[in-house]
């Protein structure tokens, strides 16, 4: 059950991870879709990659709030950071909060384990004790909690598509155990401070601007160096790619709807967010150097077939993801509408610009 009683026209907003991928296109598109929304974005900036790309994003962020009717004020510092995080709740009392700042990347998890910890358990922590006292003293206080969590939690899940009610127990990374964490811990915010909140289980967000460790953007790295690309598994994974704006959409739509008590009289929910079609790895490569040569990122006569090496898996991947998103359909009509194609063409106009010129 939802309570579709949160308006964003004149709210305010906080969302963690301001500079991040996902964050950055939802500030974008709700400074474009909201009427005199205050948007408060934090983000840490730290250089997990380029921080030019954070600062780009940022920037557009910026010129969108000189021609919207709302506002958008940023502050440099980490969730983790307990003091700064209270203090940015009393001083802008925030409507709703959308957690998706996080230290993301499945492989980076397994030889830095501490940027985890720190990040996405001490960092959210943070978040649902402001969340928490944000009631305090008969203040109205965060009407809704909306968080990332990933697809990663369902490790090495043999039934496909993976649905929430599926259980997730035996995560194959840190990063995901994190996650999985992430959940349990609001759960039980949400049963004990009656904090509504609702979790997205988010499936390989890709898109212009993305992230650089995902598969697309760092093959494109190597294509444009003439280096070769890994096809991990020897090319027999699938994944669910969802491009950005659809899961803005749908964010979007998530934000607006608190949960009404469950039956166990807990505001919780989870959603998986995802294109609900797997692809293959090796189709998604082929499509992406079409793409890239249609745009002249890459020759016509580029040969691609050298630049291929087939390897095993790498630790902490999973052969296939699939997305059940049949409970975000019913709930929101949430149904991505962007094919794997138009997505990647847009990809390779946007680095074509960004970084070939």
Avoid at 289 to 294: H, N, R
Wanted: net charge negative; proline share 4%; hydrophobic share 40%.
């Amino acid at each position: 059950m939802l309570e579709k009683n949160i308006k964003l026209d004149g709210s305010t907003i906080l969302v963690t991870g301001a500079a991040g991928f996902i964050g950055a296109n939802l500030i974008l598109a709700l400074m474009k879709n909201a009427q005199n929304i205050h948007i408060v974005g934090i983000d840490n900036m730290n250089d997990y990659y380029d921080v030019a790309l954070k600062e780009f994003r940022l920037t557009q962020i910026k010129e969108c709030s000189t021609k919207a009717s709302g506002n958008f004020t940023f502050i440099r510092g980490s969730i983790a950071d307990k003091t700064l995080v209270s203090e940015l709740f009393a001083r802008y009392q925030p409507q709703v909060v959308v957690n998706l700042a996080a230290q993301a990347g499945v492989r980076y998890s397994i030889e830095n384990p501490d940027a985890y910890i720190e990040s996405n358990l001490i960092g959210f922590y943070n978040i649902l004790e402001a969340c928490r006292h944000s009631y305090d003293n008969g203040a109205k206080g965060v009407a809704h909690l909306v968080y990332a969590s990933s697809s990663s939690v369902y490790g090495s899940n043999k039934k496909i598509p993976y649905a929430t009610e599926d259980k997730v127990d035996n995560p194959v990374s840190l990063y995901a155990a994190t996650k999985k964490s992430d959940e349990l811990l609001a759960h039980a915010y949400a049963k004990l401070y009656n904090i509504p909140s609702t979790g997205l289980r988010f499936f390989t967000v890709y898109g212009p601007a993305g992230r650089p460790d995902m598969a697309y953007f760092g093959f494109t790295d190597k294509l444009v160096k003439n280096e070769t690309i890994k096809i991990f598994n020897y090319g027999n994974c699938k994944r669910d790619f969802t491009y950005i704006d659809d899961i803005v959409i749908g964010i979007e739509a998530v934000m607006q709807c608190a949960p009404l008590p469950n039956e166990d009289g807990v505001k919780y929910k989870i959603y998986n967010i995802g294109n609900n079609q797997p692809e293959s790895l090796l189709d998604f490569v082929e499509i992406l150097q079409d793409e890239l040569k249609s745009v002249g990122v890459l020759p016509e006569n580029y040969d691609f077939a050298a630049h291929k090496e087939f390897v095993g898996m790498q630790p902490g991947d999973v052969e296939v993801t699939y997305a059940d998103v049949s409970a975000l359909e019913r709930d929101f009509g949430f149904k991505p509408s962007t094919a794997l194609r138009e997505g990647l063409r847009n990809f390779a106009q946007w680095y074509k610009q960004f970084y070939a010129n």
